[in-house]
């Protein structure tokens, strides 16, 4: 195992509180279970029986993301151009402080282009030199700080009110989810899909109603990919072997061919896709924006060979009527009406 690696994991624990914990360190957060998963297979509001979400975390390097900030925060102006002509939306979670220092304009475009802003905590990293660098370690005073404000720093600058967060590096506890709740944030989305290690464990693709220790809260959690990850993660984190082993798994389960480069990544997911519409299931991807500004001899521009691909898929695949690309609040909303369905 790689000493980075290795790191990240070690730093998960102790923490404040009893439960919870992060779905990417190879366990399910502790007491957390779903409830009133969202029945599938449904027929989304265009029609279509699968549903995939386009998410973005959106965090420069205040994360452990590679690249260059500067590239990063100038890639969202066509990126959202591109979605705005495509006439497909993302959900962008936005580390509050990186859009008080980088922003607001690459803010401000990521909510005209049509697309959801919501929150990645205040800060990525809490105090990671006394090694508790994750918002689950901390109790209600942090959690209630970095949402709070981190929702208030973005809603100022859309001009509406922010309605969803993903923590970083989906660490919660039962404090994180008391906060959000307190917030009266509508989502969250946090939890593994499928473990990478053992596919025992993660919640499934259907968004549900979280419960820590027998206490529900009141919002949608939507579960997001933790096996295939943008391309470029694997290439940041090239020197630890589990992200790349992750994504060979699926590869491999899938029979395709496992090349790092954009292109070779446009496989993966367009598999991924496929499978969702095979299985009339939904699936959350996620990417990490700061890893497109990561240059190599190897390739050319990442936004150009991997992300818009992949957009140009989710767009014809959504035409077609053969998937919905909902928001994360959207997804939330189609949620809370099936359950209000059924009482
Ligand atoms: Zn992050």
Not at 121 to 146: K, L
Not at 182 to 191: F, H
Not at 216 to 223: A, D, L, R, S
Not at 235 to 254: G, P, S, T
Request: aromatic residues 10%.
């Amino acid at each position: 195992m790689d000493e980075g690696q290795r790191d990240i994991i070690a730093l998960g624990a102790p923490r404040h509180g009893k439960f919870g914990g992060s779905s990417f360190f190879g366990a399910n957060p502790i007491g957390l279970t779903a409830e009133a998963p969202l029945s599938l297979p449904t027929t989304f509001p265009n029609g279509a029986q699968a549903a995939v979400l386009m998410t973005f975390d959106v965090e420069g390097t205040y994360g452990n993301g590679q690249g260059d900030m500067a590239v990063e925060v100038e890639n969202y102006f066509r990126i959202c151009e591109r979605l705005a002509d495509l006439g497909l939306k993302a959900t962008f979670h936005v580390v509050g402080r990186m859009a008080e220092e980088q922003g607001p304009e690459f803010v401000r475009a990521m909510d005209e282009c049509g697309s959801e802003v919501a929150s990645h905590g205040q800060w990525h990293d809490i105090a990671i030199d006394a090694g508790y660098p994750f918002h689950g370690q901390y109790g209600i005073e942090v959690n209630r700080e970095s949402i709070h404000r981190s929702c208030g720093v973005l809603s100022d600058i859309i001009g509406s009110p922010v309605n969803g967060i993903r923590l970083p590096y989906g660490h919660l506890n039962e404090h994180s989810y008391e906060a959000i709740e307190e917030e009266g944030l509508a989502w969250a989305s946090n939890v593994a899909i499928e473990d990478y290690q053992n596919s025992e464990l993660g919640y499934g693709c259907a968004p549900f109603r979280p419960v820590i220790n027998g206490r529900p809260y009141g919002f949608v959690e939507i579960p997001l990919d933790s096996q295939t990850y943008d391309w470029s993660i694997w290439i940041a984190d090239e020197n630890n072997a589990a992200f790349i082993e992750r994504v060979k798994l699926f590869a491999d389960r899938e029979g395709i061919a496992l090349e790092r480069t954009p292109s070779g990544a446009v496989t993966i997911w367009q598999a991924q896709i496929a499978k969702a519409i095979r299985n009339r299931s939904c699936f959350t991807l996620l990417c990490h924006p700061i890893n497109l500004a990561v240059m190599s001899e190897h390739w050319g521009d990442p936004v150009e060979e991997f992300l818009f691909p992949i957009f140009d898929i989710l767009a014809a695949r959504q035409r077609a009527g053969e998937i919905s690309v909902p928001t994360c609040g959207e997804m939330a909303d189609i949620t809370v009406a099936s359950w209000e369905d059924k009482s």
